[in-house]
């Protein structure tokens, strides 16, 4: 029922915004998962200024893994790249499947601890679903119409923006959807090499002991994954829709 | 005027097509049948220069298309395809405006163009224009697909089974309005088929392949009783060699002077059909009637039969 859904979204997220706005009226709510009048709310920065920098570590990531795996899949699909497929892949799939934490203990001697280590890490674990989608939508064009538009005399890059991205448009949304989703959790590891993030709350309360913060680390990260998630498909039903790509 | 010559596509050691000769007059039609892998799409396509022939030229008009970059000839030639290919994210007009912007033409040339074709195709502009392609019926979606072709008025059209994906009724329908079409704007076009009907129905000439090879180029005629190899008679049926001979004359060209008090048939139509309709009704000969209702000659059984027969 779309009704009773948009309700849910938008109580997540009056939710959400209320508890970075004033979080201390969610003390009492907290209270019980402290020990020793330990503080119930996250009190050694500012939680809307940490989900802030944490969504926009994500985002700048996730920028650079859709530059780069968008262009990748191009140049993969074009009859003088295909030859660059499988070590496209196997790239790509390695970014997947070194874990993060891994990355940043191999980043973080060359260039430093901050941001730049988390930025390498999300960027590499971002890169395959938006490559894999690429190649997906743009090898799907229906042949016929990619025969039109070569016998209509598109040249090849005329082709391409004109016709093939735009019908593997939706696919390729959805890769960086998934994408953006993955990464505002794993983002919560870059506070282990001292990027602002979420994730220093988490590890506040791992460190001392304090099961409230490590919840509400968790919780506001999630409740950014989820509404990202609903925002971006509805931004992507959206722009189908009005390219008729359905 | 389209001339081939010695046009051959290899790949690896096999000949798809082999040493082609061809002069395709200006405003005409041509139609090259074959069986599937007999490489007559590959020939079509060599023309446009989506395949690149191995050996041979393409001139047209007395000009070598060799030099020429691919996506510039291909602008100057019409390509209609079996699925038509639109653009399912753009509307009809923007599908049909393709070549004309891809030309840079300036959209108030382009608006009056699109308009005019859809008029022609039988699409009223104000329902169709804005409509997608997946809005359409199967056979709009062809009218849409040849419009496109015609968009930016082009010497030559070439049509690789533009009608195979349509029912009889509609194919039918779209054979008699390229013939109009071919008519109006005078369009030098080629066409691929698998169906021998349907090259009858529609071609000037006739040119037959196989195996990569033309074995015949000829008026219908002359492919029903001259066949120039036993896969041309093949291809154009014994059986009923003999009605296809009638069908490709109409009553007009055959009439002979005199009166008649048999059934009154049009001069449009075909030979067989007006030995049919004498069959049906019992009578020995027909009036031949213009368009404009004036008595052309009559026809008699004897007449029509000696028709039917070679030389």
């Known amino acids: 029922m779309p009704g009773m859904a948009a309700i849910l979204r938008l109580a997540a997220l009056a939710l959400l915004l209320a508890f970075l706005l004033t979080p201390q009226s969610f003390a009492p709510l907290f209270a019980p998962l402290t020990q020793y009048g330990a503080p119930p709310i996250y009190d050694q920065g500012n939680l809307l200024t940490l989900a802030l920098a944490h969504l926009g570590t994500v985002c700048c990531a996730a920028a650079a893994s859709t530059l780069v795996a968008v262009g990748l899949g191009i140049l993969v699909t074009r009859p003088s790249g295909a030859q660059f497929l499988p070590l496209s892949r196997t790239l790509v799939n390695i970014g997947q499947t070194f874990p993060p934490v891994a990355v940043l203990a191999v980043t973080v001697p060359l260039v430093g601890f901050g941001e730049k280590p988390t930025l390498i890490a999300l960027f590499a674990y971002g890169l395959l679903p938006i490559f894999e989608n690429t190649i997906v939508g743009l090898q799907t064009c229906p042949a016929a119409v990619l025969e039109a538009a070569s016998g209509m005399g598109m040249s090849a890059r005329q082709r391409l923006l004109s016709v093939e991205l735009p019908l593997a448009l939706p696919l390729i949304l959805e890769g960086i959807r998934l994408s953006l989703v993955i990464n505002v959790g794993t983002a919560t590891i870059g506070s282990t090499v001292a990027a602002k993030g979420l994730g220093e709350v988490i590890i506040a309360g791992l460190l001392s002991n304090n099961n409230a913060f490590i919840l509400q680390g968790g919780l506001v990260t999630g409740l950014m994954a989820i509404l990202l998630y609903d925002a971006l498909a509805g931004l992507e039903r959206r722009i189908c829709r009005t390219a008729h790509l359905d | ?311």
């Open chain 2, 1 to 311: 005027m389209i001339s081939l010559e010695n046009l051959t596509k290899q790949y690896g050691a096999t000949a798809v097509v082999d040493g082609v000769s061809m002069v395709i007059e200006r405003n005409s039609i041509t139609v090259i049948v074959g069986t599937s892998g007999s490489g007559k799409s590959t020939l079509l396509r060599m023309i446009n220069r989506l395949v690149e022939p191995t050996r041979g030229r393409v001139l047209i008009d007395g000009a070598d298309t060799t030099g020429e970059p691919a996506h510039l000839l291909r602008r100057r030639i019409g390509y209609v395809i079996q699925g038509y290919g639109l653009f399912p994210h753009r509307t009809v007009a923007e599908n049909i405006a393709t070549v004309p912007r891809l030309l840079g033409w300036d959209e108030a040339r382009i608006r009056i163009r699109v308009a005019g074709l859809l008029s022609v195709f039988q699409l009223d502009p104000g329902a169709y224009a804005h409509a997608f392609p997946h809005q359409l019926s199967g056979g709009q979606q062809q009218r849409v697909g040849v419009a496109r072709a015609l968009a930016a008025e082009p010497a030559v059209l070439l049509m690789d089974e533009p009608f195979g994906a349509l029912d009889p009724i509609i194919r039918a329908k779209a054979q008699d309005d390229l013939l109009d079409i071919q008519r109006r704007f005078g369009t030098t076009i080629l066409l691929v088929t698998h169906d021998m009907d349907e090259a009858f129905r529609l071609g000037d000439r006739v040119a037959v392949m196989s195996h990569g090879r033309l074995l015949q180029y000829d008026r219908p005629a002359v492919l029903l009783t001259r066949p120039a190899d036993p896969f041309v008679s093949r291809m154009t049926g014994i059986s009923d060699r003999a009605m296809r001979l009638l069908s490709l004359t109409t009553a007009g060209e055959a009439a002979l002077p005199g009166a008649s008090d048999g059934p009154a048939v049009a001069a449009s139509a075909s030979l067989r059909e007006v030995l049919s309709e004498l069959m049906w009704c019992g009578a020995e000969s027909a009036a031949v009637m213009d368009a404009d209702g004036t008595r052309r000659g009559r026809l008699t059984i004897a007449a029509i039969l000696a028709r039917g027969r070679p030389g």
